[in-house]
C-alpha cells in the first residue's frame, strides 16, 4: 500500500473579477462585510503531445485546471458549457488592509469548513449538492483608490488526528479498450445533461463485469449502487489534476464524505479527464483500493457518532501559497490592465459613492446621470458651472455660446487654455465640450453656436433672427435644466420666456463686482410661482451695451466671486432634484424653517445673494409679479399666441413690454402722483412765505419759479 499524496488547487483570477468586486463594494456592500457567495469554476486536467516541449516524460505535456474566478463570479449560473464545472465559495472582503491582516486565519477557515463542509456531511445533503464539499474561501481587501487588491484563497480539507489515505496500483485508461473508453465518456456526457450543476462534477461509475457496458449513477443512489454484484463500481469526479500519479486536492474531502456516509473505507476511484477538443478521456486514471483510515475501525452503527465525536479533533488545512511558495496573501493591482475608460468611469464617481455609504444613502445617482442640462454662456460662470455638474455625476451638458476665446480668458476660465486664443480663438462652446471630454472621455458634452435674440437688438435679418429663436426653443424643449450664465440682462429674457413656458427647471446666476446672485425660477403649475430674475425690474430689459464704457462692457468681478456662483448654482440643482417635489418645491421663506421645505441636502432656497465684502449670504424670497416683463401672464399667453411675430416685435421695441405688462401706466400713475406732491410742496412753500413777510405778489413769482423746476425736472 502507498500513501496517497494529492496536486494542490491553484487560484486563477480574471480582471474581469476585481472589476466587478470593485463595483459591488461600491454600489452594493458598501462597508458591509458579511461574508458573500461567489462562484468558480475548473476544467478536468488533461495531457496533450508537444513537439516543441521535451521532458522526462516525452514529448507527453501535462496542463492542470485551476480553480478560476471571472466575470460571472457573483452569478450563481457560472458555468458555460458541459467540459466546465462549478465550485462554490464564500467571500470576505475587509474594509481596511489592518482587517484584513487582522483577520483569525486559522479560525476563518475553520469556520468555513464546519459550517459549510462538515454539516452537509452529517446530514447527508452534500450527496444531492456535492460540489458544497469542496468550496473554497476568498479574504479580500479592495483599495478602490488604487485598483489594487490584497486577497488569498483557501481551498479547505477536513482532516482527522490519525487519518491516513492509501491505495494500491495506478492504472492509466488508455490501458483499456478503445471502446470501454468510449462508452464511459458517452455515459458521463448523458449523465452531465440531465443532472442540476451542483452534480456533474460527482458520481458512480457502473461497468458491466460481462459485456462492459457503462452506466453513470449520481451519489444519492450509492445504496442501490453497492448492492449491485454484476458491476465494477468506481466512486467518479471530474479531476482538475493532469498528474499521472497525483489526483487533485479535492478528493480528500471527496473520500472523506464518501467513507462516514457510505460506512466504507475502500473505494476504486476513476479520476475523470477530458481532453474536449478531442473528446479523448485517456489521461484519467483509476485508483485501485483506496483505503481511508481513520484510525478507529468504522461500523455501520458508528460512523456518524465518530464525525460527532470527533468534531473537536477535526483540523483544517487549505490556504494557497503565494507566488513566492510561502503562506501568505497575494497582491493584484488591476488598473494597468483595465481599459482606461472603464477605469475612468468607475473613479469619476468614486466621490459620490462613497457619500452612499454614509453621509448620502438616498443619493440618487441614476436621476442625476440622466438629467440634461443646457448652460447657456460658456464664459466664467459656464465653466464652473459644468467643471461642478461632472463633480455630481451629470454628464449630459451642452453648452450655448457664440463668442471666441479670448487672451483674457484662460486665468479666469478653467475650460480654456492659452493655444484656444490663437488665430482669432476658438469658438466658446465647442471648445469647453472638447476640454469636458479630455477630462472625462465618457461626457455626453454638446455645443451649439448661437446668437441669441435679445429686447432692444434691432432685427436686422428676420429669418436669421427666426432660426435662431427656433433653434433655442428646440434646445431646451430637448433638456431638463437651463443654466442662464451670460453678461448682459437682457440676453436672459428670451431663454427665460421660453424655459417657463415649457416648464423647465430654470437655474440663473449673475455676478458683481463682488456680489453674487444665485436663484432658480417657479414652475407655472406651482401654486405660489416664484419670482424669475425680471420680477424685480419696473422697466423693461433693453440693450445693456450700448454708450459703454470698456470696463461697462466686460464682466469685471473679483476673481473668487464666479467660482462661488458656479458652484451654488449646481448645489441648489442638485438639492432641488432631490426633494420630494423636485421643481415645485416651496421656497424657505428666512426665519420659518420647515420639515417641508428641507430636501435631502438641506433647504432648497429661491435666491442666493451673497458678497465677499462682508463674507454674507443672504436668502431670499419672492412670488412672482404679475406684472414681470418676462413670467407673467399676459406675457406668456401673447408668447403662446402669436409666436415670433410677438418676439420680433419686443426685439424691434421692448418699451412694448412695459405697455402689455401695465408697467407703462404704472409709471404714468407714479410720475402724475409726484407732480401732484410737488405742487402741493410749492404751494405750501409760497404761503408760508407770504404770510411772513406780508407780500400778495409774490406768491405769482414763486409759482412761476415753481414751474420752470418742473420744465427743468
Not at 496500483?169 to 458517452?186: F, G, H
Not at 474531502?253 to 485517456?282: G, H, W
Not at 457518532?305 to 497575494?330: F, Y
Amino acid at each position: 500500500m502507498q500513501s496517497l499524496k494529492f496536486e494542490s488547487l491553484q487560484s486563477l483570477v480574471d480582471y474581469e473579477f476585481w472589476y466587478d468586486l470593485e463595483n459591488k463594494k461600491l454600489l452594493e456592500y458598501k462597508l458591509d462585510n458579511l461574508p458573500k457567495p461567489i462562484y468558480a469554476t475548473y476544467t478536468t486536467g488533461r495531457s496533450f503531445q508537444s513537439n516543441v516541449i521535451h521532458n522526462t516524460s516525452g514529448n507527453t505535456v501535462a496542463l492542470s485546471s485551476k480553480i478560476r474566478l471571472g466575470e460571472q463570479a457573483f452569478n450563481e449560473n457560472t458555468q458555460s458549457n458541459l467540459f466546465t464545472f462549478q465550485i462554490p465559495g464564500t467571500l470576505y472582503n475587509a474594509n481596511t488592509i489592518e482587517e484584513f491582516n487582522n483577520y483569525d486565519k486559522k479560525e476563518l477557515i475553520r469556520s468555513v469548513a464546519l459550517d459549510k463542509i462538515y454539516e452537509k456531511i452529517k446530514d447527508k445533503s452534500w450527496l444531492l449538492q456535492p460540489n458544497e464539499i469542496i468550496r473554497f474561501l476568498l479574504l479580500t481587501f479592495a483599495d478602490l483608490k488604487q485598483h489594487s487588491f490584497y486577497y488569498w484563497f483557501a481551498f479547505p480539507a477536513l482532516v482527522f488526528e490519525k487519518q491516513d489515505v492509501t491505495f494500491e496500483n495506478i492504472t492509466s485508461l488508455s490501458k483499456l479498450n478503445e471502446k470501454l473508453c468510449e462508452n464511459i465518456r458517452v455515459a458521463i456526457e448523458e449523465f452531465r445533461s440531465i443532472v442540476n450543476k451542483s452534480q456533474q462534477g460527482f458520481f458512480f461509475i457502473l461497468v458491466d463485469k460481462e459485456n462492459e457496458k457503462v452506466q453513470v449513477k449520481p451519489l444519492k443512489d450509492w445504496k442501490e449502487v453497492y448492492q449491485l454484484t454484476d458491476k465494477k463500481v468506481y466512486l467518479s469526479f471530474a479531476d482538475p489534476s493532469s498528474l499521472a500519479e497525483n489526483p487533485n486536492w479535492i478528493l480528500r474531502n471527496y473520500l472523506l464524505a464518501s467513507s462516514l456516509t457510505f460506512k466504507r473505507n475502500r473505494f476504486d476511484v476513476l479520476c475523470y479527464r477530458e481532453d474536449p477538443s478531442k473528446r479523448d478521456i485517456t489521461s484519467s486514471i483509476i485508483l485501485e483500493n483506496v483505503t481511508v483510515d481513520f484510525g478507529v475501525e468504522l461500523s455501520n452503527d458508528e460512523s456518524y457518532d465518530l464525525l460527532s465525536r470527533k468534531k473537536e479533533e477535526i483540523s483544517v488545512v487549505g490556504w494557497e501559497k503565494n507566488a513566492k511558495g510561502k503562506l501568505g496573501p497575494r497582491f493584484a493591482n488591476v488598473g494597468s490592465m483595465m481599459d482606461p475608460i472603464k477605469l475612468a468611469e468607475s473613479s469619476v464617481t468614486l466621490n459620490l459613492q462613497l457619500m452612499k455609504w454614509r453621509m448620502f444613502p438616498s443619493l440618487n445617482l441614476e436621476l442625476l446621470s440622466q438629467t440634461k442640462c443646457l448652460l447657456i454662456g460658456s464664459g466664467t460662470l459656464g465653466c464652473h458651472v459644468a467643471r461642478n455638474l461632472m463633480a455630481w455625476g451629470i454628464f449630459n451638458i451642452t453648452f450655448v455660446d457664440r463668442t471666441k476665446v479670448s487672451f483674457s480668458n484662460p486665468v479666469r476660465q478653467p475650460l480654456y487654455e492659452y493655444e484656444d486664443c490663437l488665430n482669432g480663438g476658438r469658438n466658446k462652446a465647442e471648445c469647453a465640450a472638447e476640454h469636458l471630454k479630455k477630462i472625462y472621455p465618457k461626457v455626453n458634452a454638446n455645443h451649439v453656436a448661437l446668437d441669441i435674440p435679445m429686447p432692444g437688438h434691432f432685427v436686422t435679418n428676420r429669418e436669421n433672427v427666426k432660426s435662431n429663436v427656433e433653434k433655442l426653443e428646440d434646445l431646451i424643449d430637448k433638456h431638463d435644466v437651463v443654466f442662464l450664465l451670460t453678461d448682459t440682462r437682457e440676453s436672459r429674457w428670451l431663454p427665460s420666456l421660453i424655459a417657463i413656458k415649457k416648464k423647465k427647471i430654470v437655474i440663473n446666476s449673475a455676478l458683481g463686482f463682488e456680489s453674487y446672485l444665485v436663484m432658480r425660477y417657479g414652475v407655472q403649475h406651482q401654486k405660489e410661482r416664484l419670482g424669475c430674475y425680471f420680477c424685480n425690474d419696473v422697466v423693461a430689459p433693453v440693450n445693456s451695451m450700448k454708450d459703454r464704457t470698456l470696463d461697462q462692457q466686460c464682466t469685471v468681478t473679483r476673481p473668487g466671486v464666479s467660482a462661488i456662483a458656479g458652484s451654488l448654482a449646481v448645489e441648489m440643482l442638485v438639492a432641488l432634484l432631490h426633494h420630494p417635489l423636485k421643481e415645485c418645491a416651496p421656497a424657505v421663506v428666512p426665519g420659518q424653517l420647515q420639515h417641508e421645505l428641507t430636501s435631502d441636502l438641506g433647504i432648497v432656497p429661491h435666491q442666493i445673494r451673497g458678497s465677499v465684502t462682508n463674507y454674507q449670504t443672504n436668502l431670499l424670497f419672492g412670488v412672482s409679479y404679475n406684472q414681470c416683463t418676462c413670467c407673467s401672464n399676459t406675457v406668456i399667453e401673447h408668447y403662446e399666441k402669436d409666436g415670433f411675430d410677438f418676439l420680433e416685435k419686443v426685439f424691434q421695441d421692448p418699451k412694448m413690454l412695459e405697455e402689455l405688462t401695465g408697467l407703462k401706466a404704472l409709471h404714468e400713475k407714479t410720475m402724475k402722483m409726484f407732480e401732484s406732491m410737488s405742487i402741493e410742496e410749492d404751494e405750501e412753500e409760497v404761503e408760508e412765505i407770504n404770510s411772513t413777510n406780508n407780500q400778495p405778489n409774490v406768491q405769482q413769482d414763486c409759482a412761476s419759479s415753481g414751474d420752470d423746476d418742473f420744465e427743468v425736472l
